[in-house]
C-alpha cells in the first residue's frame, strides 16, 4: 500500500512574503552597507563621507555620494590615508571585496532564508 502525500504551494502568497520582508529589510541592510563602503571613502574635510548621510534613499535601496567631486575621486587618484588608513579607490567594490558575505547572509535573513 503506497502513501500518497500531496503538497500545494500558493506562489503568490510566498512571493508576497518574501516581497513584504524585504521592502521592510532594505532599509537596514542599505545603512549596513552604506557604512561598510564608508570604511573606505577618502576624508579630507568629511564632506563626502556625510554626503552619503543625507543623499542616500535606503528604504529604496540607493546609497549616494553626492558631492560635485564625487564620482572623479571614485575613480582616481591617490586617496590620503593619513586621516583614514583605509581609504580606497573604489570605495565600494573594496567594501563589497571585504564584507559580501556578510551582506549575503543579512539579506538571506531579511527574506526568511538561512
Known amino acids: 500500500m503506497a502513501n500518497k502525500i500531496r503538497v500545494e504551494v500558493n506562489s503568490a502568497q510566498v512571493a508576497g512574503r518574501v516581497q513584504s520582508r524585504w521592502k521592510a529589510g532594505r532599509y537596514r541592510l542599505c545603512a549596513v552597507i552604506r557604512d561598510d563602503c564608508n570604511e573606505y571613502v577618502r576624508i579630507y574635510k568629511n564632506t563626502l563621507r556625510n554626503s552619503?548621510?543625507?543623499a542616500s534613499r535606503l528604504a529604496d535601496g540607493l546609497i549616494i555620494w553626492n558631492t560635485p567631486y564625487a564620482r572623479?575621486?571614485?575613480y582616481t587618484g591617490t586617496p590620503r590615508t593619513t586621516v583614514n588608513?583605509?581609504?580606497?579607490l573604489q570605495w565600494c567594490e573594496k567594501a563589497k571585496d571585504a564584507h559580501q558575505k556578510k551582506w549575503r547572509k543579512m539579506a538571506a535573513e531579511i527574506v526568511g532564508g538561512e
Open 72 to 74: 572623479r575621486v571614485y
Open 85 to 88: 588608513p583605509n581609504a580606497s
Open 52 to 54: 552619503s548621510l543625507s
